[in-house]
């Protein structure tokens, strides 16, 4: 790889920081709002502010590995003998993904044998997806990241099959004044998600070098903060708005947990 | 033994951070989770928790001991003068062990009496079966590991027996709706508590060498995770479901805050 500049280095520097300080004062702000909303949807925001608080710990390691990788000998950035460890993304998905798909399944309040059966397909699907990545990742040959790459490309449209078709039906029963924000939270996870796969194939293209290093650690810190904080605000304001006692009888519209 | 890959050595130390975050995050679902149970789980709710704070702290402290114990010396692993200290694993086990099988009996809810006296036999008997293991975990000759290992495996078996013979009449006056997943619960322990005998007696019969010590070290992480965190989440479930007002008014499924 040519080498990073310092300009780049402290970019990348930044954004780590600036990701541990998001998901920390997030972790905080979905826990702070538990007791705002009713009984029903409480776990949904532990788990959310458990996503939020994963990702702050990883951020954390991530920024020091970042820190302790490269030191400026001469006004010049050099590597030093212990290399920035990646593979932290991937232990804080292996645990983070999973639990996103189970915060919108809970905040959906669907019957428990629901609940239950959708929570763990989704889950299990999303581990599976993060775990055929990682070999990629570090694969040594190209081809071996091409074919681990698309087998991870298995469970991540099933769960996209999931989450529009499999969901379809559910969202519809939402209560009238949440149903725009459960259809968002399903774009958003979408949304955020396809830009992990843009970047593991980007790189596999030709990507490389100086710029492409600070484009993937910067462009996927942006995807973690959208998918986890900005969505955990979503799921927030859901809980939030079904909690409220409304027009007619919608507080029937909350089933039994 | 031969020497450690780096790529071994990355997926050790992974694992490690890996498991530091699940036992810190479990530990925060748990106490968060206190409150949304009825009165009288919720003792079985902090001492969850509390086995996976206790399994984060030394998690934390395995993982600092690993890092310490090895360095990259022109690309490849050498081990340093810090000898990696298993032994926080035995500490860790003498205190969180007893305290597992403590909260299996306190969310049973049964009579004071029998609580008291079941929660007593099997703690000490945990913390036999760890006390025993350890001498032979440090042993220098193979057939004192062999002793101190057998002897370890009274305390075990008496354990299971307790578990499936001793508790099979109060999980039949389990509620229904939890009965399952008390019965679970159960196997979960067996399963995942199988596992270390099974890796300590690998270790004798001759499993060795750098593959060995990466399975050893990760299997022990795996079975950690299920045994507190995984465990953990159904004793969660299983006092979620025992608070509910049961089989009418499901609607009114809210327990008391």
Chains 1, 2 share one sequence.
């Not at 932290?88 to 189970?102: A, C, I």
């Amino acid at each position: 790889m040519d080498q990073l500049s310092i300009g780049q280095y402290d970019l990348i520097y930044n954004a780590f920081s600036f990701a541990f300080a998001t998901m920390a004062a997030a972790t905080l702000f979905f826990w702070l709002g538990r007791s705002q909303v009713a009984p029903q949807y409480r776990t949904a925001l532990t788990i959310t502010g458990l996503v939020t608080f994963i990702a702050a710990y990883h951020y954390f390691r991530i920024f020091e590995s970042w820190g302790d990788a490269y030191t400026i000998v001469d006004g010049v950035l050099q590597a030093t003998d212990k290399p920035f460890n990646d593979a932290y993304r991937y232990v804080d998905w292996l645990l983070t993904v999973p639990l996103l798909l189970v915060e919108l399944i809970l905040v959906m309040n669907l019957t428990r044998s629901e609940t239950v059966s959708r929570a763990t397909r989704l889950g299990v699907l999303a581990a599976l997806m993060v775990a055929l990545g990682y070999p990629g990742e570090v694969a040594e040959t190209s081809s071996q990241a091409w074919i681990w790459g698309s087998l991870s490309m298995i469970p991540f449209l099933w769960i996209v099959y999931e989450l529009f078709v499999g969901l379809g039906k559910a969202v519809e029963t939402q209560p009238a004044q949440a149903r725009g924000l459960v259809n968002m939270a399903r774009w958003v996870t979408i949304g955020a998600w396809a830009f992990y796969p843009v970047v593991y194939f980007a790189a596999l293209i030709g990507a490389e070098g100086a710029m492409a290093e600070t484009v993937i650690q910067v462009g996927y810190t942006i995807a973690d903060i959208i998918a986890k904080a900005a969505f955990g605000v979503l799921i927030f304001m859901i809980a939030l708005r079904k909690s409220e006692p409304s027009d007619k009888d919608k507080t029937s519209a909350v089933p039994a947990e």
